[in-house]
């Protein structure tokens, strides 16, 4: 699915550590909610409240999940899940395109 | 109008100058096509094939018209537009969240 259609997009950006990381919502009829965000390199810890599919479109970035020891590496066309009420460090190598999905 | 409704967004970023600047295309039933974007500080040039209509959402940019000798100072909630087929400069001081119109 490359383009999401009949949805409402929230005009203004949210805008984390000084810009590096930037995304948008993107709401569906069925009150599904995503972002669509832009990370540049640096490394980054994120909380989460609600589950969390991460897809990455593009770059690469390296994770460290709740309660894991290794660091993953994930590339363009990969996923991963992060648990509700948790948090996760990622290393950013590249430029990275990412869509965020919130379950549940 | 904070959000758009009713709209495709294309789910893959466009990435330039090396992510500096990255923008996601939103299109409307009615044809029009827009851009949400962010520019991270720097200075760029960017040439236009259709008018454009930039709206910048927050952030402090400077800018220089096609025909132009003085740099403009635009900040958040100021418009500027740029003819079609032509190329203006812009400063990017802060990190500036904006929404691009193309017009004809």
Redesign the interface.
Request: proline share 0%.
């Given at each position: 699915?490359?383009?999401?259609?009949?949805?409402?997009?929230?005009?203004?950006?949210n805008?984390y550590f000084?810009?590096?990381v930037?995304s948008?919502v993107?709401?569906f009829d069925n009150g599904d909610v995503k972002t669509?965000g832009?990370m540049?390199p640096g490394e980054y810890r994120f909380g989460t409240e609600k589950k969390e599919i991460m897809e990455i479109?593009?770059g690469q970035v390296e994770i460290l999940l709740p309660g894991e020891d290794l660091w993953r590496k994930i590339a363009g066309g990969d996923t991963f899940e992060v648990p509700a009420d948790s948090a996760f460090d990622i290393k950013v190598m590249t430029?990275t395109?990412y869509?965020c999905s919130y379950i549940g």
């Open positions: 699915m490359n383009k999401f259609e009949n949805v409402t997009v929230v005009k203004a950006a805008i000084d810009g590096k930037t948008r993107v709401e669509l832009i540049m479109l593009s430029v395109d869509c």
